[in-house]
């Protein structure tokens, strides 16, 4: 049996929770797509953790946790990420011999892109993830499984550096000396070594067992279907979680879309709901939207339906969490964006661009008293109708209402 999780807004949605919440229902947790551009923040224990590479099953001490196809994988993050977690962790982890490798010069690349692009720049990460995902669309990336052969992964490294010279002096990017790109890779190697397996053959093996691939980003970001070209370079919806680990549409039972009750966004793009406003000054404050992996204050806003309906519909949801509900405590009223407008003409679809529209909204009383609780009929009874109003107009069943950062504040229903 295979479940998903998937962001359904901009990311950061509070996947990590979800994932380490339910990850102990499961024998094995899959990341499908990104890099370390995810930063998945778990709160065990008033302790924090933040995952970029790892999936949010590791905490779990049941679950096996494989790194799969279509992630883009910087080995020196993956180390230090291992380490910080201590070397127990490698025996319940797998990465795939198919997923390819972030190397230095793809951040580099990233970095400087951005930088000439100026007002344009997309705001990426700057991990090298577009870069690294081009050379794999291109057919001239480097696996993970080619660490195996060092000489062989040299010479091929060698002649592609000669290919693009003219383009890396160009953006000023930087290559390694043959002796230090040696080392680097050999280093890999033996830190990383033993976890590079086939995980598709791996997961095909265990399909009698319970498996939950987490979602990395979120659907608004997806390369296809996301706010092109403001987006990642990843398909993140539920389809991409199968190509991304080799399981069969047919293995998925069910799909889990996250989302805020509000919205953020990292990062530059069509945001039609953000506030720029005391009101997004106070969902930032007080929801702590500061980036996992970058720092950078998030954009903030109102909760999207139309947003969250093509979410919805895109991933095929069969249930929803509502996370950060206790963010919006103490607001009069709270607002829902359930159109747009375009050219005077009113519209209920997310289209295919986003830039011109302006939000519709309506205007629901806030709550007294705080959602900070972990039963339903504790919730103020504003809070509820709150919840029940974008679950009906999301047309899912929202089952989990997250009221906290730590796993246990968790409303569900
Ligand atoms: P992800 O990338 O989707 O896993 O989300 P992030 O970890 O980047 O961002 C979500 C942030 O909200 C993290 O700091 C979480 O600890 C925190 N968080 C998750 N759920 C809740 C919640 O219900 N309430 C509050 N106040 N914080 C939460
Ligand atoms: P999680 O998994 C929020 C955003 C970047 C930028 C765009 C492209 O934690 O939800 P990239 O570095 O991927 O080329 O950047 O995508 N972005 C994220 N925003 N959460 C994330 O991951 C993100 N990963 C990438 O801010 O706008
Ligand atoms: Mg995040």
Known sequence: MVDLIVGLQWGDEGKGKIVDLVAKNYDIVIRSQG???????????GKKYALHLLPSGVLNPNATNVIGNGVVVYPKQLIKEINSF????????????????????????????????????????GRGIGPAYADKIARVGVRMGELKNIDKLIDKLTHYYEMNKGYFDYLGVKIPSAEDLRAELQEWQDELGELIVNTTNYL??????????????ATLLDIDHGTYPYVTSSNTIASGALTGSG?????????????????????????PTEDF???????REQGGEYGTTTGRPRRCGWFD??????????????????????????????????????????IDYFPSELDEVKPVYVELDGWNGSARVTKWEDLPENAQKYIEFIEENIDTKIKYVSTGAERNATVIR
């Open 247 to 271: 399981i069969a549409p047919k293995n998925l039972n069910k799909v889990i879309g996250i989302a805020k009750a509000y919205t953020t966004r990292v990062g530059n793009g069509p945001f």
């Open 277 to 283: 406003g005391e009101a997004g000054d106070k969902i």
């Open 204 to 217: 095909w093996d265990n399909m009698d067992k319970n498996m939950l691939l987490e979602g990395a980003q």
């Open 86 to 125: 201590g070397h127990d962790i490698k025996k319940k982890l797998l990465v795939s011999d198919k997923a390819h490798m972030i190397l230095d010069h793809h951040i580099a690349i990233d970095q400087a892109r951005e930088k000439l692009r100026g007002k344009n720049a997309i705001g990426t990460t």
């Open 305 to 346: 339906v139309v947003a969250a309906r093509y979410a919805v519909t895109l991933n095929g949801c069969d249930e929803v969490a509502i996370m950060k509900l206790d963010v919006l405590d103490g607001f009069d009223k709270v607002k829902v964006c359930v159109g747009y407008e375009i050219d005077g003409k009113k």
């Open 35 to 45: 890099g370390h551009n995810a930063g998945h923040t778990v709160v065990v224990n």
